[in-house]
């Protein structure tokens, strides 16, 4: 028969291999999520290959693994220029980027976390953009094109940060801003521009009128060489009539009748009054 104390040491024994085993095995494997990538290192050197999601063994105790979130993020960076005629112009940028899952032992030995590669690589990046994209325009084609000054901007940014294994998504103007002397001049403009049209609206309307005038005169013009035309028309009747009448009175045998134009404005027909009638 065993002894006892002989037993109980055996158990103690086999615990605590079983405890050791357990706490090796456990730092022999590391699992990794979806959205997430991880970089091995043993003794401190980055391992090649990214760990990919799943579980992965590792050598205990001597090795360990650095997670990187892959999925998409937001960050928001102030960023400040000059015009091509050299005004100020400030914005703030919202930048949706993600890691390349594959290239994370790079963004780990030359950035070594995702929070220095947000303050050491995006934003002086973004920055950069967006002096370049500025500079190739005035302030005023900053606010008329600011499409294409924002699509300048985004080609720019991506073609900088694909070196560093970052892939941007999606980039947003929250602000973009002139300084105060620019803002003022702006308005300025426009209410001179406003004046302007306004004093060209004006121009045309007595242009119009003008040649309304003209017109009424040129119809007056015409409808007294036309009343002048009748009246000598009938200047030559009324000789006619008053030689009829002498003739008459000198010992004509009948009443001699008489040329009238009639009275109603409408009409310009002539008819004959016998004066022997009256």
């Known amino acids: 028969m065993s002894n006892p104390q002989t037993q ?7 615990g605590a291999l079983t405890a050791a085993l357990i706490f090796v095995g456990l730092n022999s494997v590391v699992i990794i999520n979806p959205g997430e990538a991880g970089v091995l290192s043993i003794l401190g050197k980055a391992q090649d290959g990214a760990l990919l999601e799943g579980a992965h063994l590792k050598p205990p105790f001597i090795a360990n693994v650095d997670i990187f979130d892959v999925t998409v993020q937001k960050f928001e960076v102030p960023a400040q220029s000059s015009t091509k005629d050299l005004q100020d112009l400030t914005a703030r940028f919202a930048i949706n980027f993600r890691i390349d899952s594959t290239e994370v032992v790079n963004v780990r ?12 690589v995006i934003a002086p990046q973004t920055q950069e953009a967006f002096k370049i994209a500025a500079a190739r325009r ?11 000054l924002k ?4 080609n720019t940014l991506i073609d900088r940060l694909q070196k560093y294994a970052v ?14 002397e620019f803002a003022k001049a702006v308005e300025e403009k426009q209410i001179a521009e406003q004046r302007a049209q306004r004093a060209v609206y004006i121009a045309q309307e007595a242009e119009q009128q003008a040649q309304a005038d003209i017109n009424r005169a040129k119809g007056r013009s015409e409808a007294q060489r036309l009343l002048a035309e009748t009246l000598k028309a009938s200047g030559g009747e009324l000789v006619l009539q008053k030689e009829a009448i002498a003739a008459w009175r000198s010992g004509g045998s009948s009443m001699p009748r008489v040329l009238v134009m009639g009275d109603d404005s409408d009409s310009s027909v002539p008819f004959l009054l016998n004066l022997s009638d009256l």
Do not use: H
Request: net charge negative; aromatic share 4%.
């Open 8 to 14: 109980s040491t055996l158990s103690i024994v086999l």
């Open 109 to 120: 030995r030359q950035q070594g976390t995702l929070r220095n590669l947000v303050a050491k």
């Open 138 to 148: 005035t302030a005023e084609e900053a606010i008329t094109e600011r499409a294409q």
């Open 151 to 154: 699509q300048d901007f985004d």
């Open 167 to 180: 892939t941007v998504q999606d980039t947003s103007v929250i602000d973009l801003n002139f300084s105060n």
